[in-house]
């Protein structure tokens, strides 16, 4: 897995070589590991309320990330975009928790009568007809099976190609990917939006928003674009590449971050702003109890932290490209993304703010573990860089202008 250096016709060298994750990172990994098991072995038997909805956040963070990567690539493939193909890979390396995502979307289903009214029958007579159709366990278990399953398959079919052509140098399989990509990109819209209503909007059972789907797409890609950020600078000053990740690159994902800051503002001021002026009390409940009993902040921060100081922090063109400015503002935007799925689940079950602490920390580390686990494997089993990729050419001479 490394690579003669090649230089260009600008004198940059090019190079990779193979990745060896530094041990105080893999020694982390298994403690974050570790510490989620204990916490939810505890949890089971000492406070499952408290352990579900904070495995419930965490497993829907990680799933977002996850999800996120994979619409990246497809969604490069299908415009035919060449300045993406050197940091291709490192998004291909946060698809390699799919599996991880199934198993733990398996796991979840035990905790359903702790999260959902509509996980009881009893509670079931309440909804109105459709909703009782929709939401019936059975029903929802099928669908959560079916995107975990299908996202995996997209992922073995997209990144697969991808691996294969490191070896064999095959164009076709770029080709192969346009159309596998279209594929993946319907159904992540179909069905990334019945899992967030499944796991996230169903919640409060008798509210519902049209854009609810939307809302949650918007953040995952938010967070999808901070977390690669991250991984970008942290390739960028790395011994392993050289040369195929620039900072034009960084400026270009600095550009998606931006991008994505103000799609989630006006997705989420759209869902706000429309149930606002209708006033209906089936609809207006959702907001209600995120404006009492100490929720407001909450949502304040949700505005000024997620969308006010990104959005103002990124205008200018020397804060995508500068490390000191992008990778603090990567991390909020992550930090709010937690913020954010905390603020859709919890108000649920609490009539204040409940105390962030030992469940929440817990099980976060645990999924953290896992994601940069099988992270850490994909990117030690396989090339940074898919130096056979057709379009490569472009991507090394990749220059933003503005």
């Not at 294969?164 to 346009?178: F, M, P, R, V, W």
Request: hydrophobic content about 55%.
């Amino acid at each position: 897995m490394s690579s003669t250096p090649i230089t260009t016709h600008a004198h940059q060298v090019l190079k990779v070589t193979a990745f060896k994750a530094p041990q105080t990172l893999m020694s982390a990994i298994y403690t974050f590991i570790i510490i989620g098991i204990i916490t939810f072995a505890l949890g089971v038997f000492k406070n499952p309320e408290r352990l579900w909805t904070s495995y419930l956040t965490a497993f829907f963070f990680f799933a977002s990330l996850a999800c996120g990567a994979l619409f990246f690539i497809a969604v490069n493939y299908t415009a035919k975009a060449g300045w993406s193909a050197s940091i291709r890979r490192l998004a291909e390396a946060m698809t390699s928790y799919f599996p991880v995502m199934l198993l733990s979307s398996l796991v979840l289903i035990l905790g359903f009568k702790y999260l959902y009214a509509w996980g009881t029958p009893a509670t079931m007579q309440h909804l109105a007809h459709s909703k009782q159709i929709y939401l019936a366990p059975w029903f929802v278990i099928t669908r959560l099976v079916i995107f975990g399953l299908g996202s995996l398959y997209f992922a073995k079919l997209i990144v697969g190609n991808s691996l294969k052509q490191d070896q064999s140098g095959d164009h076709a399989l770029t080709y192969k990917n346009i159309t596998y990509s279209i594929g993946y990109i319907a159904f992540f819209a179909i069905f990334f939006t019945m899992f967030s209503i499944d796991m996230m909007m169903s919640l409060l059972p008798t509210w519902y928003s049209t854009i609810y789907g939307l809302y949650c797409f918007a953040a995952a890609i938010q967070a999808t674009m901070a977390f690669l950020a991250i991984v970008i600078v942290w390739m960028r000053s790395s011994p392993w590449i050289s040369g195929y990740i620039t900072e034009e690159h960084q400026h270009d994902i600095g550009k998606f971050l931006k991008g994505f800051t103000v799609f989630w503002a006006y997705i989420a001021f759209s869902q706000f702003m429309l149930i606002w002026y209708a006033n209906i009390p089936e609809e207006t409940e959702f907001y209600i109890i995120r404006s009492l009993n100490g929720w407001m902040p909450v949502s304040f921060a949700l505005l000024i932290f997620r969308f006010i100081v990104p959005f103002l922090a990124l205008l200018p063109r020397a804060s995508k490209r500068s490390n000191s400015i992008l990778i603090p503002i990567s991390i909020l935007v992550l930090v709010m993304q937690y913020v954010d799925l905390y603020w859709l689940v919890y108000p649920n079950f609490n009539d204040g703010v409940p105390k962030f602490g030992f469940w929440e920390v817990g099980i976060f580390l645990g999924f953290a573990g896992l994601f940069l686990l099988t992270m850490t494997q994909f990117m030690t089993k396989n090339s940074l860089v898919a130096v056979n990729d057709p379009r490569m050419h472009e991507a090394v001479k990749h220059h933003v202008t503005y």
